[in-house]
């Protein structure tokens, strides 16, 4: 089914550029504190954890410091989004900062799941939502502008409100998801854009185009994007938002709706009592 899928990144290329990216510290310390965050919430242990992401000690760390895990195994992303893991393997799979760059989402949690164990955890993490959203309008207008087209510049981006749908697609249960809203500014587009690129994270769409950006494109992208997205005080800014999802593999022992028509009681009566 990989096979099949209409191939939108350049899975090869983005990875090389992560090995390579050289100012991603900031990044990883903030995945760390939020990852933290989210696993105190969970009262259980899972002993064996696997966490797919760049190597990232940090990471790594806080997940051995967490005190849930008994073994945790780290691995990259690999370049065709294929997992090359066991079936029913793990309690726990984290994956952090790569399923915005995947061609088949839903097949690629689908592996995900079939490698945990029953009641296993499931949580990924990714850019989504409006991440960059005015960097990319910005090079829309001023393609549309000059060229009278348009090329893919900034990647799409998933929303929120799908990532439940996705999960159960995949067979998983329970799903949760929220975004961690950042907003981020800079003095101009070009201290944006050279951040972008020392992160590994510049353009890798397969549809990108071959040709370096003119630099009358580029000034007027500048234009467009100070025109409408530049503070009071003369900084411009920009959208991140990474989308945090957590779900399980399913067991008879999660609790499950009821069946419609089962309840015992009215909504007049239960609202009369909690009154």
């Known amino acids: 089914m990989i096979d099949e899928t209409p191939l939108i990144f350049d899975r090869a290329l983005y990875l090389a550029r992560q090995k390579k990216a050289s100012g991603t510290e900031i990044l990883q310390n903030h995945m760390a504190t939020e990852l933290d965050e989210r696993l105190s919430l969970i009262m259980r242990r899972l002993p064996q954890a696997l966490v797919i992401t760049q190597a990232s000690q940090i990471i790594v760390d806080t997940l051995k410091v967490s005190g849930k895990f008994d073994a945790v195994t780290q691995i990259e992303p690999s370049a065709n989004d294929t997992l090359n893991r066991p079936d029913l393997n793990y309690d ?30 499931l949580l990924v993490a990714f850019f989504a939502g409006d991440t960059l959203h005015e960097l990319r309008q910005s090079w829309l207008d001023a393609e549309l502008e000059i060229t009278g087209g348009v090329s893919p510049r900034v990647a799409p981006m998933i929303g929120v409100r799908e990532l439940g749908g996705l999960m159960q697609r995949a067979g998983l249960a329970l799903p949760v998801a929220d975004m961690d809203h950042t907003t981020v500014r800079y003095a101009d587009v070009l201290a944006l854009m050279r951040e972008i690129k020392s992160f590994g994270y510049a353009n890798p769409l397969i549809g990108r185009s071959n040709k370096l950006a003119s630099r009358r494109l580029f000034t007027k992208m500048a234009e467009h994007y100070h025109a409408n997205f530049t503070d009071a005080d003369g900084r411009i800014h920009a ?11 399913p ?10 028509g089962s309840a015992t009681q009215s909504l007049a009566i239960v609202l009369q009592t909690k009154r």
């Open 92 to 121: 726990c799979i984290i994956s952090l900062l790569d399923l915005h760059c995947v061609n088949d989402v839903p097949g690629h949690l689908a592996q995900l799941g079939r490698a945990l164990k029953a009641d296993g955890l």
């Open 239 to 249: 959208t991140l938002e990474i989308a945090w999802a957590m779900a399980w593999k």
């Open 251 to 260: 067991h008879e022992s999660q609790p499950k709706p009821l069946k419609p």
